[in-house]
């Protein structure tokens, strides 16, 4: 787990009036249009679902405004498309796009950024599931149609404990964020406050406030201990650990 990144995926799901898509027939494939402007994970996105049978790529687009024209005017079932953070932006984005065509969209983010607390208020925005990029792309397929088969069923998220998720709900103080996760995988690997400062580009005051903060909330008074209940938490694992490849960078 590495959640590293500012910007999240959105996959859009229409359902069909009367009976959703179980009234789909074989002949009338899922329309999907892509939009990302990671040019590379699009077109790899469009490999997978062209060969996935029931799915067919209508457009491609590398931005969000695009996006928006192009559904109004393709009105594709599904549209795969980018939404940056902060949520403040991503409600924005999301509103735009829930409006650009009747009925209402479902929505499926695909994304890096694991931050439960940041997932809980995607799905309160209206998201119908939330997988996270290391997902294989069964799981991608599997969501969609589960956002589209059964739009009544509860949220689903692919690819991240359910208790980091109850806790993000319940308001635990006891969920980590990313920067402090990505700041206790670094003191995991032995590095010191000055050399992680160093290599996230923050002060190092900065860094000593983000360890107390994660010391508080797990319950922990050193970095052995943090470092031991993060593993066995699953939160980050051995081999994170032991590959110095990214702090080197």
Known sequence: ????????????????????????REANPIRVLLADDHKMFREGIAGILANYAG???????????????????????????????????????????????????KIVVVTMIEDPRDVKELMDLGVSAYVVKSASAEHLIAAVRAAILDPKSKNVVVGMPLGMLEEAD?????????RELEILLLAARGMGNRQIAKALHLAEGT???????????MDVRSRGEATRMALFEDW?????????????R
Do not use: C, F, W
């Open 1 to 24: 787990m590495n959640p590293l990144t500012n910007g999240v995926t959105v996959l859009v799901a229409h359902v069909y009036h009367g009976g959703g898509m179980q009234g789909r």
């Open 55 to 105: 799915m067919q790529v209508v457009g491609q687009t590398n931005n969000d405004e695009g996006a928006v024209e192009m559904a109004r005017r393709l009105k594709p079932d599904v549209v795969l498309m980018q939404v940056q953070m902060p949520i403040p932006r991503a409600r924005e984005n999301l509103r735009i796009m829930r409006e650009a065509s009747d009925p209402a969209p």
């Open 170 to 178: 319940e308001g635990s103080g006891g969920v980590l964020s990313a």
């Open 207 to 217: 860094v000593k406030r983000h360890l107390a903060n994660t010391y508080k909330k």
């Open 236 to 248: 980050i694992t051995i081999q994170e650990v032991t590959d110095e490849s990214d702090a080197a």
